[in-house]
């Protein structure tokens, strides 16, 4: 049974809800060996006119992440939607039943008509699900929307990724949402709080441990890539922002600018490391723990 439970990340403005999964080697997001717990979340931004949703969760996690946002949100505000990686289950299977329950304007996505991305129903007549408005933001690197009238939102394309993937730069409270990077550390126990502070100690990110996980999951194939360019455009984003926290899709979040400076460090070496001038590329199957 799932445990779910919601972070309050900066007062009134940024919320994560969290709903917990076992890992159990079935979730492809972790190494087929890891065990323990982990959650897939969802953030909430909000301004004084307006939110935004960053993911809509899996279906399984329905019924609570609509009673998660109950609890933050009037049914009436007007609520945008923006699933990070369009084409992965996390980020859309919420979307109609979060539709129908609020005051959803419209959905960020990169490919026109939103609905067939995310429509799971067949429904007739009257039964028919809302309509949903699609935002096109760009393909380009970075491009920008507005919570509200001014808030300013950073949209990035992933600089590393194996699927269309977006990193989220919230300017005015100085997180990055970094879909499925940085969402490493799982816990043991399953009502964990999801959260390492800036003066707590961050168990598991060293070179070794970050390699292993990259490599045993979706990042297979950067074993043998040319690293350099994906280095250069995870550089460009952590020097151009002032990132005070680390909110990934699954897994613990990380707040302060020593757990930041960190994180990034170690994936440089990794990628440093793993480049072709250095390694040969290979295929290993899943499972195989390198």
């Not at 997001?29 to 931004?45: D, H, I, M, Q, V």
């Not at 995310?118 to 507005?146: A, H």
């Not at 997180?175 to 999801?194: A, G, K, Q, T, V």
């Not at 390699?211 to 250069?232: C, D, F, M, Q, V």
């Amino acid at each position: 049974m799932s445990v779910s439970s919601v972070t309050e990340l900066v007062a009134g403005k940024v919320y994560a809800l969290h709903n917990t999964f076992e890992l159990n080697g079935k979730i492809s997001a972790y190494p087929e060996k890891a065990r323990g717990f982990s959650p897939a979340n969802c953030y909430l931004l909000i301004d004084e006119k307006a939110a935004m949703l960053l993911d809509t969760g899996y279906t399984a996690h329905e019924g609570a992440i609509l009673e998660q946002l109950d609890s933050l949100l009037d049914r009436e505000m007007p609520l945008s939607i923006f699933p990070l990686r369009i084409n992965e289950f996390m980020s859309v299977c919420n979307t109609m039943a979060i539709a129908k329950r609020f005051n959803v304007v419209e959905c960020f996505s990169n490919v026109p008509n939103i609905e067939e991305w995310v429509e799971f129903e067949t429904l007739r007549g009257e039964e028919r699900n809302p309509i949903l408005k699609t935002t096109l933001v760009g393909r380009g690197e970075q491009s920008q929307v507005f919570l509200g009238e001014k808030r300013k939102i950073s949209v990035l394309t992933a600089p590393i990724r194996l699927i269309s993937t977006r990193w989220i730069y919230d300017e005015s409270s100085k997180i990055l949402f970094s879909s499925d990077m940085f969402s490493h550390i799982w816990s043991d126990f399953e009502n964990s709080p999801w959260q390492i502070g800036n003066n707590e100690t961050d168990p598991v990110t060293d070179f070794k441990f970050v390699r292993s996980y990259l490599l045993n999951t979706r990042y297979w194939w950067i074993e043998g890539a040319h690293t350099k360019p994906i280095r250069n455009a995870i550089d460009d984003i952590y020097t151009r922002f002032n990132i005070q926290t680390i909110a990934p899709g699954y897994g613990t979040i990380l707040r302060g600018r020593n757990h930041v400076v960190n994180q990034f460090k170690v994936l440089d070496e990794v990628l440093e490391k793993l480049d072709r001038q250095h390694i040969l590329p290979a295929y290993v199957p899943r499972g195989l723990e390198r």
